[in-house]
């Protein structure tokens, strides 16, 4: 009886421990940046700005919130192909609406001064 008692007592603690580090998990990558009040004001996303930019097939770019939308703009490496692009425009866009739930997001790609992919996700 007393093998029993510690054997349930140690597994009672093991998923307490699991419980509470999967409870406090955060899902999204990064904290979400609030929309100012005024809805005109554009407010930049600088960690997501940062990430997008950091990619090897990104030139430039640019994550903010605008009029309560998430807008991302992308501006690709000539020498990426366009399929490579739009994979990666649907990526950031897909991973920008795990983050801002409650927002449409309108994520843009540009490659070679031509916008070659525009997706919304309401």
Same mark, same amino acid.
């Given at each position: 009886?007393?093998?029993?008692?510690?054997?349930?007592?140690?597994?009672?603690?093991?998923?307490?421990?699991?419980?509470?580090?999967?409870?406090?998990?955060?899902?999204?990558?990064?904290?979400?940046?609030?929309?100012?009040?005024?809805?005109?004001?554009?407010?930049?996303?600088?960690?997501?700005? &940062?990430?997008?930019? #950091? %990619?090897?097939? @990104?030139?430039?770019?640019? =994550?903010?919130?605008?009029? !309560?939308?998430?807008?991302? $703009?992308?501006?690709?490496?000539?020498?990426?192909?366009?399929?490579?692009?739009?994979?990666?425009?649907?990526?950031?866009?897909?991973?920008? &609406?795990?983050?801002? #739930? %409650?927002?449409? @997001?309108?994520?843009?790609? =540009?490659?070679?001064?031509? !916008?070659?992919?525009?997706? $919304?996700?309401?």
């Amino acid at each position: 009886m007393k093998n029993f008692l510690k054997k349930l007592f140690a597994l009672m603690i093991v998923l307490t421990v699991v419980l509470s580090l999967v409870a406090c998990g955060n899902s999204s990558k990064h904290e979400t940046v609030k929309p100012d009040k005024d809805p005109k004001k554009i407010v930049q996303d600088k960690n997501y700005t &940062k990430d997008l930019t #950091k %990619d090897k097939k @990104v030139k430039d770019g640019q =994550v903010y919130i605008q009029n !309560n939308t998430v807008v991302c $703009v992308m501006i690709i490496k000539d020498d990426v192909k366009e399929a490579d692009a739009k994979e990666l425009l649907n990526k950031y866009a897909k991973e920008l &609406k795990k983050s801002y #739930k %409650d927002m449409p @997001v309108n994520a843009q790609a =540009v490659l070679k001064g031509k !916008n070659i992919g525009n997706v $919304v996700l309401k």
